[in-house]
């Protein structure tokens, strides 16, 4: 005869098969919608390249890894380093940090505004942040396109102020892909910091000022350290889209400034060279996930911190 414990064991096994049956077709459709792709890239990344686009199936290669970072001279078969992905990717890293640092010093303020306002105020400027989501992208990038150009909004404000003569030449330069970044991702930054921002107690602001701390003191020992998990949660929406742009570089940029997102395009366009192409996708989520590997570092840390 089965003992109570035995019965609680059967139990438990037919619950936990009831629910991998349960959750079968999410996990297909994740399995099919998100992890196929990225083995097929990962396949494509060791194939040969085809004459016209495409892979030859069953002729494997290297050269597509070796593509991203070196190049083979034509005539003489020399190896060297390619200058012109290491360029791309660093303006990609480059721009992603400093987009991401720029977010948060302004976006850092602004939710620290939200969640200072009465209760029944705070949804309205919440509402006000998301509003740019409602547009999509590429119109968004056109609006920004209007404001930096050398007609519009910027140059025709310092023009009439008397601050400049001729108008600066920002579109098509890396500081154009900045502005459109930090206008578009700004968003992304402002929504996890109020989130955590609106769950600070602030009496414990209180305390510090009547413990005689400064403001830079009270900010860099209560607050930082508080909505430190909204700032790394903020950082890193910002930064994985931003690394992987490809529609704002290559309206901004005018197609001269390429981000890895358009590298990819091209060489699965007009380069038709798909094991590149495959293989600097790989290598962009490989960026991706060290990203994502140390933002969970750092939650699991301030979990522990905090428990």
Same mark, same amino acid.
């Given at each position: +005869?089965?003992?109570?414990?035995?019965?609680?064991?059967?139990? &438990?096994?037919?619950?936990?098969?009831?629910? @991998?049956? $349960?959750?079968? #077709?999410?996990?297909?459709?994740?399995? !099919?919608?998100?992890?196929?792709?990225?083995? !097929?890239?990962?396949?494509?990344?060791?194939?040969?390249?085809?004459?016209?686009?495409?892979?030859?199936?069953?002729? *494997?290669?290297?050269?597509?890894?070796?593509?991203?970072? %070196?190049?083979? /001279?034509?005539?003489?078969?020399?190896?060297?380093?390619?200058?012109?992905?290491?360029?791309?990717? @660093?303006?990609?890293?480059?721009?992603?940090?400093?987009?991401?640092?720029?977010?948060?010093?302004?976006?850092? #303020?602004?939710? *620290?505004?939200?969640?200072?306002? #009465?209760?029944?105020?705070?949804?309205?400027?919440?509402?006000?942040?998301?509003?740019? %989501?409602?547009?999509?992208?590429?119109?968004?990038?056109?609006?920004?396109?209007?404001?930096?150009?050398? &007609?519009?909004?910027?140059?025709?404000?310092?023009?009439?102020?008397?601050?400049?003569?001729?108008?600066?030449?920002?579109?098509?330069? /890396?500081?154009?892909?900045?502005?459109?970044?930090?206008? !578009? *991702?700004?968003?992304? +930054?402002?929504?996890?910091?109020?989130?955590? +921002? &609106?769950?600070?107690?602030?009496?414990?602001?209180?305390?510090? =000022? /009547?413990?005689?701390?400064?403001? @830079?003191?009270?900010?860099?020992?209560?607050?930082?350290?508080?909505?430190?998990?909204?700032? !790394?949660?903020?950082?890193?929406?910002?930064?994985?889209?931003?690394?992987?742009? =490809?529609?704002?570089?290559?309206?901004?940029?005018?197609?001269?400034?390429?981000?890895?997102?358009? $590298?990819? &395009?091209?060489?699965?366009?007009?380069?038709?060279?798909?094991?590149?192409?495959?293989?600097?996708?790989?290598?962009?989520?490989?960026?991706?996930?060290?990203?994502?590997?140390? =933002?969970?570092?750092?939650?699991?840390?301030?979990?522990?911190?905090?428990?």
């Amino acid at each position: +005869m089965a003992t109570a414990a035995e019965i609680a064991k059967h139990a &438990e096994r037919e619950s936990i098969r009831r629910r @991998w049956w $349960l959750s079968a #077709p999410a996990l297909v459709i994740v399995f !099919v919608a998100a992890i196929g792709p990225l083995f !097929v890239m990962l396949a494509y990344s060791f194939m040969a390249k085809g004459d016209y686009g495409d892979v030859k199936f069953g002729q *494997y290669s290297l050269d597509g890894w070796f593509s991203v970072l %070196f190049q083979r /001279d034509m005539f003489d078969d020399t190896v060297t380093l390619a200058d012109a992905h290491l360029s791309i990717f @660093w303006r990609s890293l480059k721009l992603s940090i400093i987009t991401t640092a720029l977010t948060l010093l302004l976006g850092f #303020p602004t939710a *620290y505004f939200i969640a200072t306002r #009465p209760r029944h105020t705070r949804e309205i400027w919440v509402f006000l942040i998301t509003i740019p %989501f409602w547009t999509n992208l590429l119109i968004r990038t056109f609006a920004m396109q209007q404001v930096i150009r050398n &007609e519009g909004i910027l140059n025709t404000l310092l023009r009439t102020l008397g601050i400049i003569d001729q108008p600066l030449q920002i579109m098509y330069t /890396d500081w154009a892909i900045l502005f459109g970044m930090v206008y !578009v *991702y700004l968003p992304l +930054m402002v929504l996890p910091l109020y989130a955590s +921002m &609106e769950k600070l107690d602030f009496r414990l602001i209180e305390a510090g =000022y /009547d413990l005689y701390a400064g403001r @830079w003191a009270v900010l860099r020992r209560i607050i930082i350290p508080l909505v430190k998990p909204g700032i !790394v949660a903020g950082s890193i929406l910002v930064f994985v889209p931003s690394l992987g742009a =490809y529609v704002i570089p290559r309206v901004l940029g005018g197609g001269k400034n390429l981000m890895l997102g358009n $590298l990819i &395009e091209l060489q699965f366009g007009a380069g038709r060279n798909w094991p590149l192409g495959a293989a600097i996708s790989i290598t962009l989520m490989a960026l991706v996930m060290v990203a994502m590997l140390f =933002y969970v570092r750092n939650a699991s840390r301030s979990g522990a911190g905090h428990g």
